[in-house]
C-alpha cells in the first residue's frame, strides 16, 4: 500500500499537470511532467514506493508523456 502523504505528493503533481493541460500551459505541462518523472524515481530509489506502485504511476506519466510529444509553442 502506497503512504498517504507520497499519493498526495504525486497525486498534486498530476492535479497540476492536468490543471496546466486544459489550460494550454504548455511550459508549465512539461515542468509538471518532469517533477512527476523526478518524484517517481525519488520515491522509489529511497524504498518509500514500491515498485508495483511506481511503475502504474509512471504508466500514467508515460501516457501523458506520450500525448505531448508535439506540444511545443
Known amino acids: 500500500m502506497l503512504k498517504k502523504s507520497v499519493k498526495i505528493a504525486l497525486e498534486a ?3 497540476d499537470l492536468r ?3 486544459e ?3 504548455k511550459d508549465l505541462a512539461h515542468d509538471a511532467l518532469k517533477r ?3 518524484a517517481l ?3 522509489l530509489k ?3 514506493m514500491k515498485e508495483k ?4 504511476y509512471k504508466q500514467v506519466a ?3 508523456a506520450q500525448s505531448m510529444v508535439n506540444y511545443h509553442h
Open 13 to 15: 503533481i498530476l492535479n
Open 19 to 21: 490543471m496546466n493541460l
Open 23 to 25: 489550460n494550454n500551459y
Open 36 to 38: 512527476l518523472y523526478a
Open 41 to 43: 524515481d525519488q520515491y
Open 46 to 48: 529511497e524504498g518509500v
Open 53 to 56: 506502485d511506481y511503475l502504474r
Open 62 to 64: 508515460d501516457t501523458y
